[in-house]
Each structure stands twice: as C-alpha cells, then as structure tokens.
C-alpha cells in the first residue's frame, strides 16, 4: 500500500549499461524521521524501482535496494550505505543530496528493458518506504480507549506516509 | 571493523618500539610536529591543496583544530571514509601526527551509525533514579564510557534496562558530548500506564447487545496530556449497569498530578434521562420501602485522590444527586453522600511472559445531613479481581460483595444478570427493582480469544429471600470484545442468552 507523492519531477538516463532515476524534493528526511536521525539513531530505506510498460501497466522490468541512514552530530551532516553484498557509503551530505545519493543508486540494467525503451515508451514507478522501527508498549498496557484507537489511526496514517511512491512517463531511451 | 583493526596495527608497527610507552602520552600543544603520516588512504587521492597542506605540517608546532579540520578536509573530499587524527608524543618532545582513515562500508558498526565513530564520553540514564537500576547493570553501562559506541551492547542494555523495570519503555539516545568527537548516550525512561501513581478514570466506552436487554451504548472521549484531561462522555439508552435506562451526556475533569504524582482530583458532572422497564415499575410498586422512580438524574462528583505508594490510593468526595420525580414532576429529591474509596492495584511481571494483576477495592457511600439529602443511607461495595497471564492464556477471577442500609436511591443498588455479572440470566428477572445486598463472583479462562466461565452470585434484599444463581458459558471473549453464549445451570428452564458488543 503507498501513497502517491505530489509535485515530483521524475527523469531517466542510461548511464552506462544502467537505467538511473532522479526525483526532486522526495523529501523523506524530514519529520519523524529527521528527528530520529538527530537523535543519533539510523534509519532504514527500502527502495523499489520498477519499469512500467504503461501507467500500472506490467512489471517489465525492476530493482530493490535498501540504505542505511544516519545523521553525524558533529558534522551535521548526512552519511548513507547502500546495504547488500557490495556496500557504498557516503557522507557529508545535505539531506537533500543524501536523498539523492540513495536514488541514483538503485538502477535496473538496461538490458532487462528489452525492446522496451527502445522502440516502444515505458513508465517508471519508484517506492520508498521506511520500515516501522521495533517498539512499543506490552500487550497488557493495549487496553482499546478511544484514545488509543485515535492513536493507532495515526500510527496507521503514519505508515502511509512512509511507503511514498511516485510514477511518471513516458519515457525512451534516448530521451 | 576488519579495517580499523588493520589500521591500529598499522599504527603499531609504525610506531618505533622506543616510544611505545610515550603514546600513552599525549603530546602537548605547541609541541613541534616531527612527521605527518596519513594511513589507510594513497595521498595521490587528495587533492593538491591537500596533500600540500599535510606537507607544511611538518616542523610546524602541534595544533589540534588544525588537524581536525584538516580531517574533515579529507573526509570532505573522500565522502566514503571517515578520518581520525592520532597522536604520537616523541621522547625528544616532538610529535608525531597519523591520520587515520577507514573506508565506512567497510565498518559494520560505521554502516549502522556514523556517530559509532565517535568515543562514548557518559552514559546517563533519564526518566528515574539511577539507583533504580541494579549496581551490576549501571556498572556495565559505564563500561561503554571511554569507547566507540557498541550499538549490539547498547541494544543489549536497552533490552535488560526494560527487563528490570518492566514498568517502563527504554528509548536509547546519542547526542554530541562537551568536546568535538565525544558522544552523551542517554537511556530514556518513559512510564508505561500502569505504573502511574493515579491512573486515569478506565474508559466506560461500550456497544453491547444482549439478548434480554437489548442495545446499550456508552462512548467516552477522552482529550489532553498525560496527566490532566477533559472527558465528554456520551450514554444511548444504556441499561447494562444500572436498574434504570439512561441517556445522556457527562464531562470529567481529571488531573493526576496536583503538584506531585500523588495526588489527584477530579470532577464529573453528568445529567441523564431515565426510562424504566415494565418489571421494574412493577417491582417497585410493589414494594414502597424502595425510593421511587425518577426521570432525570443531575449528578456532580468531585473527588480528590492521594497515593500512599503506587499500588495503594484513597479517594474522598461527595456524590450530588437531583432527581427529578418520575410521577411527580417537577418534584426532586436529593441523593447526596460522601464517598470514600480505597483501591490497591499491583502487577508481577515474572519469567516466561507470565503476567499477573491484583486489583482490589472498598467503597464507601454515606449520606449526610451536612449534604441535605433526602435519602439517607449507606452502602457498602468491596471487590477483588485476579488476572493471570501466560502467553496466550489467560484466567480472570472476580468476587464482589455489597450491602446497603437505609433508602438508597435506584441507582445505588446492586443489579446482576448483564453483561459482566451473572451473565446467562436477565436482571429485569430476578432483581428488577435490584437489591440491597449482593454476592457476585465469576472464574473465566481465555486462549487468546476463545474463553469460557462461570458466573456465580446473589441479589437480594434484606428482608427476602436469597437465592444462589450459577452461569456458564463460552465464547470470544477479549479485553476489548466479545460473543458469547450464556446459560444458567440451576434455573427451572434452559434459556441461553447472547450477548455481543465491544468495550474500547
């Protein structure tokens, strides 16, 4: 389940043999999770790339990829790794270039396109989510009031803000 | 890690045998800088300004700023590691400069957090006493101070930090220490609800379907903070706890701390509209010693609540009461009663998810000349509740006792047969009019939501009868709702009652 994320501007390039993405203001550090960050603790960033053969149109092609975050309280700044067998890191980042960072690295091969991109336009989808961090209160303090039924209806709105996703299209290689 | 590890050998090797016991030293400032090694990264990766800068170092005098910045430079530059300056005091006063630099995605703990990089300068704990915690673990959180953050062991605190008070949420937090490079690890202490000296008055919010009784709803909407709020409470023709149907609308104000957690006061008003059952209006025209029927019921409540210790607290006020003749509009009587009241609630948190909860209380209700009521009377109500939990099983056990002397208005006598008490049989059968005295007791056992129990009581009035009555019955049975089948085991015919509806 995601939640579109408005006023994005999506664009593609083939770098290489690797369809990168670039979106502007995704803006996911901020909030909650800022504020997370500048309590010292990390953050997890899952990302999904898909490549769309129309608007919801069939999977033709996609890429999973997950970043590690955290905020350095001396340098004020932003440090992320790409998690998996061949990790990266980077820091001294504004939030926006960390944001950044994380998205220029997560590509599909454009090899996987097929035809795809080349003789017909495709559509590219990217998700983010942050996964929900390990709490909470015991099970005997989840006695249901109203209030904290008004809580979990937040946490839940919460939630979808943390699974974004944004589409754009068409594109072709070459574009 | 692997690499850091290399790199303080690397630093070993570097330094001359000679001056190994001078690196416990640190060298002074202004002290002359008699060479600059950069470890763990090519120079040829720095840019020409760089690399010309950690030229010029040499035979310059000793300036850690400096130096800092300059490995800020380098990690600037080099986005992916993280640099460290170290310092090696020579014997002949000099010193010696190593930048050591480490390659991030190739430090576990550097992946995870960044600030792992930084040294641990205190260890604090917020939120409660330090000498809450056991000796053995604050002397192992002080184990962390002098050394990279170990975010495993951290973790591993955490977890024990809420195993020995499990009254409490852990929140672990890093901030920036009193000099560059340095880390304050605090360990936040948050209060879970059940370990607050006066909780907040439960949430009555109910829809509830019986199969004798009909809907009965109740919805309260509490707002504000932790420790003062405003509740709008809201009754749809609830005939569940009371011999009457009420309607209508409260307001509480509530404030658990006045000054200090112990102390609490608190204040209901509450104005309903009453409609009565056939057998009730029977019951009560049949038996005049009863006080008579009344259509709305105007209450004011204020109390003040202290807590001797967190499982002990003792509530004094006084009960307000107009109501508004049923049969003789717009006459009023007045129904006015101190009330004293004393709960004791503790929990056990033990081994193997095993929880368990005692909850007693005794309630007075007298009413006084001094309060001008028109209905003078005393009544009495002592409860106790056990709840035991392991896991997915759980046994609740109830027993209550109460009596009343003199005329007590209809909504402080004792009523059972609804949906908590007695639960299989009507109310409006077997005490319509309720009764002065009662015995109420119920044994119910749940896995995760399917339970099944045994309800076992008497409403009576002094001068009749008692009669003993047992229930029993199953079905989904949770904190928060049920669906249940009940029947009574010593009655003249098998009626089973159904009984749904949730509680939040």
């Known amino acids: 389940m995601t939640s579109p994320v408005d006023a994005q501007t999506l664009t593609v390039r083939a770098v290489a043999d690797a369809l990168h993405v670039r979106a502007s203001g995704l803006g996911f550090i901020s909030g909650p999770v800022l504020d997370r960050l500048q309590d010292g603790r990390s953050v997890r960033v899952d990302f999904d790339l898909i490549v769309l053969e129309k608007p919801n149109g069939a999977v033709v092609s996609r890429a999973q990829q997950s970043f590690n975050l955290s905020f350095d309280l001396w340098e004020q700044r932003f440090a992320v790794t790409r998690i998996g067998p061949m990790p990266r890191s980077i820091s001294h980042l504004t939030a926006r270039a960390a944001e950044d960072w994380c998205l220029d690295n997560v590509t599909v091969p454009v090899a996987s396109l097929g035809r795809t991109g080349r003789d017909t336009p495709f559509w590219v989808r990217v998700e983010y989510r942050i996964p929900e961090r390990s709490a909470n209160a015991p099970a005997e303090d989840s006695t249901f009031t109203l209030h904290t039924l008004i ?17 754009a299209g068409p594109f072709r290689l070459g574009n | ?75 600037g530059e080099q986005p992916d590691v993280v640099a460290a300056v170290r310092y090696v005091a020579r014997p002949d006063g000099q010193a010696r400069v190593i930048f050591l630099v480490a390659r991030i995605s190739d430090d576990d703990s550097l992946v995870e957090n960044i600030n792992t990089r930084y040294i641990v300068e205190s260890v604090e704990i917020q939120g409660i006493p330090d000498a809450d915690i056991s000796r053995s673990l604050r002397d192992r959180l002080q184990a962390l101070v002098g050394k990279r953050l170990d975010h495993d062991e951290a973790d591993e605190l955490k977890r024990l930090l809420e195993a020995e008070r499990p009254g409490y949420t852990v929140e672990r937090r890093i901030s920036r220490g009193s000099e560059r490079g340095r880390i304050r690890v605090v360990f936040e202490f948050s209060e879970k609800e059940g370990t607050r000296w006066i909780p907040f008055t439960p949430s009555r919010s109910k829809f509830v379907y019986h199969s004798e009784q009909g809907w009965s709803g109740a919805l309260d909407i509490p707002m504000g903070g932790r420790s003062h709020r405003v509740t709008a409470g809201f009754m749809f023709s609830n005939n569940d706890d009371l011999v009457e149907e009420y309607s209508g609308v409260r307001v509480a104000f509530e404030s658990r701390k006045l000054a200090t957690d112990r102390l609490g006061a608190r204040i209901e008003i509450a104005r309903f509209n009453d409609t009565w059952r056939e057998p009730t209006l029977f019951a009560l025209a049949a038996d005049p010693a009863i006080p008579e029927a009344y259509r709305t019921r105007l209450t004011i409540e204020p109390s003040v609540t202290f807590a001797p210790t967190p499982y002990v607290r003792v509530t004094g006020g006084v009960s307000l009461s107009e109501l508004e003749s049923l049969m003789r509009p717009p006459d009023s009587q007045n129904a006015n009663a101190v009330v004293t009241r004393i709960d004791y609630d503790q929990r056990w948190y033990g081994s193997r998810d095993v929880t368990q909860r005692v909850e007693a209380s005794y309630e007075l209700r007298t009413s006084a000349e001094a309060l001008e009521s028109d209905l003078s009377y005393t009544r009495h109500l002592a409860s106790l509740r056990y709840r035991y939990s392991q896991r997915h099983n759980t046994v609740i056990a109830n027993l209550a006792f109460g009596g009343i002397s003199g005329n007590a208005p209809l909504f402080e006598r004792f009523t059972l047969g609804d949906s908590t008490t007695l639960r299989g049989w009507n109310k409006f059968d077997i005490a319509p009019a309720g009764g002065d005295r009662v015995f109420n007791s119920s044994l119910e056992y749940r896995y995760r939501f399917v339970g099944a129990f045994l309800d076992a009581g008497s409403v009576w009035n002094n001068n009749g009868e008692m009669r003993f009555r047992l229930s029993s019955g199953f079905g989904l049975q949770g904190d928060n709702g049920f669906l249940t089948l009940a029947f009574p085991l010593n009655a003249e015919d098998l009626n089973v009652t159904f009984t749904m509806g949730v509680r939040f």
């Open chain 1, 151 to 167: 809580d979990v209806l937040s946490r839940r709105r919460e939630d979808e803000n943390k699974a974004k996703s944004v589409e």
């Open chain 2, 1 to 75: 890690m692997r690499l850091l590890s290399l790199l303080l050998l690397v630093l070993v090797l570097l330094a001359p045998w000679q001056a190994a016991r001078a690196q416990d030293v640190e060298p002074r400032d202004g002290a002359i800088i008699e060479s600059v090694d950069l470890s763990g990264l090519s120079r040829d990766s720095l840019s020409p300004g760089l690399r010309r800068e950690l030229e010029t170092l040499t035979g310059e005098p000793l300036n850690r700023e400096r130096l800092m910045e300059i490995a800020a430079r380098i990690e």
